[in-house]
């Protein structure tokens, strides 16, 4: 029977929450491409996220991963242009890419209509990962985060998209207003070999209490996120913890 494997990191601070994600993240390359020759990954926006980046950069671990045989993908995307201050894409242009020798990326395009953007990025995805029809995506790492509401990638609580089994890509539009966004679907991260989970500060608190309670009927999408055979890693800091 497929399981889900949890573990938890406290860190004493940002810097310790990057370095224990970049030890999963290096960990799951080395998994990745002994068995397969080639590591996907899928990162998320957000400024949790920014430490990690500039970690993952730095000399001592640049060698630690060959980014010629790492292909980087999204969990989610703002639909806004490229170079938007909100747009994931462009943190992690910035921070990441911009800093180590990848060359394979692929953003969504949110600058495109939300449903245009979705249809390509599952077709982009369905050629990438040589998908039959009707078969999901399966990346080795998934990198997300959590809002105070308790949604992850841009799955929020209550929204249609969390029941749709059927799509690899979202066109989701936030009940409280804002920015339309694109998502991976909830069936696309829990079929990934790893989900990591980066939380800081005592707002988050309240939420992790019932996200991590894997025992209990999920009621929020980051407690819905149960990779069905793969490890679910959070990492948090000791303010989420102790709130």
Not at 163 to 192: C, E, F, H, M, Q
């Amino acid at each position: 029977m497929p399981r889900t494997h949890l573990s938890l990191y406290v860190a004493t601070d940002e810097a310790d929450m990057a370095r224990e994600a970049a030890d999963i993240i290096v960990s799951m390359y080395r998994e990745s491409t002994a068995a397969r020759g080639c590591f996907t990954l899928a990162l998320s926006g957000g400024k949790t996220p920014v430490p990690l980046f500039r970690t993952l950069c730095r000399p001592e671990w640049t060698g630690k991963m060959d980014w010629n045989k790492t292909t980087v993908y999204w969990a989610d995307e703002r639909c806004v242009p490229p170079e938007n201050a909100e747009s994931n894409y462009q943190t992690a242009r910035r921070e990441l890419l911009s800093g180590v020798d990848a060359t394979r990326y692929y953003r969504m395009k949110g600058e495109d209509v939300p449903e245009t953007a979705a249809a390509s990025y599952a077709a982009l995805l369905a050629d990438h990962f040589h998908l039959a029809e009707g078969e999901l995506p399966r990346f080795d790492c998934i990198l997300l985060g959590v809002g105070t509401d308790g949604h992850t990638a841009s799955l929020f609580p209550g929204d249609p998209a969390l029941s749709d089994t059927a799509d690899s890509v979202l066109d989701v539009y936030p009940r409280k207003g804002g920015t339309p966004r694109i998502t991976l679907s909830l069936p696309v991260l829990n079929n990934a070999r790893c989900c990591v989970f980066m939380a800081s500060g005592r707002v988050k608190h309240h939420v992790l209490s019932t996200a991590l309670n894997l025992m209990a009927a999920p009621v929020l999408p980051a407690q819905m996120v149960r990779p069905h055979s793969g490890r679910l890693c959070w990492i948090i800091d000791g303010n989420a913890y102790q709130g």
